[in-house]
């Protein structure tokens, strides 16, 4: 028997190997040669975290809100850093609490109309151990948000009474 040589560009390949071959190359052009991957329109611009919140109650807490600035993201315990909410757990008054209710669920709200950023200030975390982020979405903070809404205050440095 005699082997039959064949050259590579006779093979007839099956069509899906042929645009999965297309593809990769493509793709390793634009990353080894060009840069970086390509960009398309829904990668320009966008905020690179998502998550569906609930809110937090029991000891098991992931992706959930415990006021208007307090969250859990991925396990990690985050204060928003440039406002201050009315207090839930240990409110002054009862307007605090319903203020502070309010100010909860549209941070919840806020956080599941799609992507956002977490910015870090100048510290990275505060004297209870929480992370200190700024959420943005689209470069709008979503703290000021709460603000404009009568739901927050612009952080002072200290907490308000809110009675």
Same mark, same amino acid.
């Given at each position: ?15 899906f190997i ?13 990353? @080894? ?19 569906? @919140?609930?809110?937090? @109650? ?24 440039d406002i ?31 992507? @956002? ?26 703290g000021e ?19």
């Open positions: 028997m005699t082997a039959i040589s064949q050259p590579v560009s006779d093979i007839r390949w099956p069509s042929t645009i999965t071959l297309a593809m990769c190359t493509a793709l390793f052009l634009a990353i @080894f040669l060009g840069g970086g991957p390509v960009a398309t329109s829904a990668a320009v611009g966008s905020d690179p975290h998502r998550a569906s @919140f609930g809110i937090c @109650f029991g000891p098991d807490r992931y992706s959930c809100v415990v006021d208007g600035d307090t969250i859990w993201f991925e396990g990690r315990k985050i204060r928003i850093a201050n909410t009315p207090e839930i757990s240990q409110p002054g008054c009862a307007s605090e609490k319903r203020l502070g209710q309010q100010a909860q669920l549209r941070l919840q709200d806020l956080l599941n109309q799609g992507r @956002f950023t977490l910015q870090g200030i100048d510290r990275d975390q505060d004297r209870y151990g929480r992370d200190l982020r700024i959420i943005t979405r689209d470069g709008e903070s979503l948000i709460l603000v404009t809404e009568g739901l927050a205050e612009r952080w002072q440095g200290h907490r308000r009474d809110w009675c």
